[in-house]
C-alpha cells in the first residue's frame, strides 16, 4: 500500500464513521420526540409524564452535545494527522530533548495535554450547564478544578513509567516487543484492580462505613447466601458532584468492596437496596468481570500485533501526514486512528454487555423479589432522567444495559 492509498483509507474511515455517529444521534432524537408526548404503557402507573419529559428532554440535550462533540473530534484528528499537528509537535520535542525515548515521550505527553486542554471546554458545558439545567450538577468549579487537578497528577505518577517502559520495550525488545507490552500493559491493569478501591477512589470521593445495622445485617444474609466475601460495605458521597445514583462493587481478590451512592440509600428502599446488590453479586457470580476483563486483554494483544507490523512501513506514518518514523509516533498515531477502524465493534460489544446485564438480572430475581429489582429499576431511571424510549438501532450500538422496557419485561417473566 502507498502513503496516497492509506490516506484515502483513513478520511474514508473517518468520514463513514462521523457521519454514521451523526445518523444515528438524529434518529435518537427523532425516536424520543416520538415518544415524548407519552409515558409507555408499561410505566403509565409508576413514572408521571413530567418526568418522562423531563428525561427525554435530558437525553435530546445530550445527545445534541455529543453531536458537535463528534465533528470537533473529527476535526481535530484531521489537525494532528493529515494537518502536520503530530509533526509540527514532533519537531519542537526533538529539537527539545537529546534521546529518542524522551523525544517520544515528550511528544506522546504534549499531544495527550493539548487534546484535553481544547476538549475542556466540552467536559465543563456538560457539567456546568446541561447537568446543571436538569438538577444534577452538585459541583462547584473549585471542586471541578481540583478534580482535574488530582487526576492529572495520579496520571503522570501512574501513566509516565508506563509510557517509558512501552517505550523502552517497543525500541529494545526486538520485532517480538509486542509481547513484552502486553505483559506489561496486563501487570498495570492487574495493579490498579488491586489499589484503586484503597488508594486512588479515595483521593476524589470519601468512603464511609455503612452505618445502618439492620440494613448491614440483611446485607450479610445476602452476601453469605451467594458466597460472596468483601473488604466492608461503604457508602460514597456521591451527592457531593452529582444527584444521579449508583451502586457497585470493585476491587479484586482481598480487596473487593461493596459501594453505594448516598443518593441510591436515600431513595430505594432496603428491599430494593438488597435487589440492586443482588444485580451486582450477580455479575461477579456469573464471572462477567473476569470475562471482560479477558476479553479486554485479548483484544490488546490483537492490538499491539498489528501495531508491530504497521509501524514497520513507511506509508503508516506518511499517509497519517507525518515524516518522522519513530515507534513514539506509531504508537501515538496507532491508538489516535483505532476507534475510527474499530467502530463497527460497538454493536457487537454493546450486545455482550448486555447479555450480561440480562444475566445479572436473572440472578438477582433468584435471590430477591423480581418485583423488588424492577420497583428499584424505575426509581433509577425515573431519579437519572434515563429515557424509557430510545432509538432501537441507536440502542444496539451504544447502550451497555438494555432499554428500560426489555429489561423490566425480561424480569417480570422470571
Avoid at 495493579?191 to 440483611?218: G, W
Avoid at 491508538?335 to 467502530?343: G, H, K, V
Wanted: one cysteine or more; hydrophobic letters at 55%.
Amino acid at each position: 500500500m502507498t502513503a496516497t492509498q492509506f490516506t484515502f483509507v483513513f478520511i474514508t474511515a473517518l468520514v463513514f464513521t462521523t457521519l454514521a455517529k451523526l445518523w444515528l444521534a438524529r434518529r435518537h432524537l427523532a425516536h424520543i420526540a416520538a415518544n415524548r408526548a407519552a409515558v409507555p404503557e408499561a410505566f403509565r402507573e409508576k413514572i408521571a409524564l413530567a418526568d418522562h419529559q423531563k428525561a427525554a428532554d435530558y437525553t435530546s440535550a445530550k445527545t445534541r452535545f455529543a453531536m458537535f462533540d463528534v465533528m470537533f473530534d473529527t476535526a481535530l484528528l484531521l489537525v494532528f494527522t493529515l494537518a502536520g499537528g503530530i509533526q509540527f509537535i514532533a519537531n519542537l520535542c526533538n529539537a527539545w530533548f537529546n534521546t529518542p525515548l524522551t523525544q517520544g515521550m515528550a511528544t506522546i505527553v504534549a499531544v495527550l495535554l493539548l487534546s484535553s486542554l481544547l476538549e475542556a471546554p466540552f467536559s465543563l458545558y456538560r457539567t456546568f450547564v446541561i447537568e446543571a439545567r436538569f438538577g444534577f450538577n452538585k459541583m462547584t468549579f473549585a471542586l471541578y478544578l481540583k478534580d482535574a487537578l488530582k487526576g492529572l497528577l495520579v496520571g503522570a505518577i501512574l501513566g509516565l513509567p508506563l509510557l517509558f517502559s512501552v517505550l523502552w520495550l517497543m525500541e529494545r525488545m526486538g520485532k517480538y516487543w509486542w509481547l513484552y507490552v502486553w505483559g506489561v500493559w496486563v501487570t498495570f491493569n492487574l495493579l490498579i484492580l488491586f489499589i484503586y478501591p484503597s488508594f486512588i477512589a479515595p483521593l476524589f470521593n470519601k468512603f464511609t462505613p455503612m452505618q445502618d445495622e439492620a440494613m448491614k445485617a440483611r446485607i450479610a444474609v445476602l452476601l453469605g447466601k451467594c458466597g460472596f466475601t468483601a473488604s466492608g460495605l461503604f457508602v460514597m458521597d456521591g451527592s457531593k458532584r452529582s444527584a444521579h445514583g449508583n451502586a457497585y462493587f470493585t476491587g479484586f481478590g482481598k480487596t473487593k468492596r461493596i459501594v453505594f451512592f448516598d443518593t441510591l440509600l436515600e431513595r430505594l428502599s432496603g428491599n430494593e437496596i438488597e435487589a440492586v446488590l443482588a444485580h451486582e453479586l450477580g455479575h461477579f457470580k456469573r464471572r462477567h468481570v473476569l470475562k471482560r476483563i479477558a476479553a479486554t486483554f485479548a483484544m490488546s494483544l490483537g492490538f499491539l500485533w498489528l501495531l508491530g507490523q504497521l509501524m514497520q512501513t513507511i506509508w503508516f506514518y506518511q499517509g497519517l501526514g507525518v515524516r518522522t518514523q519513530s515507534t513514539a509516533l506509531a504508537l501515538l498515531l496507532f491508538f489516535m486512528i483505532l476507534p475510527i477502524f474499530s467502530f463497527l465493534l460497538h454493536p457487537m460489544l454493546s450486545a455482550y454487555s448486555r447479555k450480561h446485564e440480562f444475566e445479572a438480572d436473572e440472578y438477582a430475581a433468584k435471590q430477591t423479589a423480581a418485583q423488588d429489582m424492577v420497583s428499584a429499576l424505575v426509581k433509577l431511571y425515573q431519579d437519572n432522567a434515563a429515557t424509557l424510549t430510545p432509538d432501537p438501532l441507536y440502542s444496539k450500538f451504544y447502550d451497555s444495559h438494555p432499554p428500560a422496557m426489555a429489561r423490566i419485561a425480561h424480569l417480570r417473566a422470571q
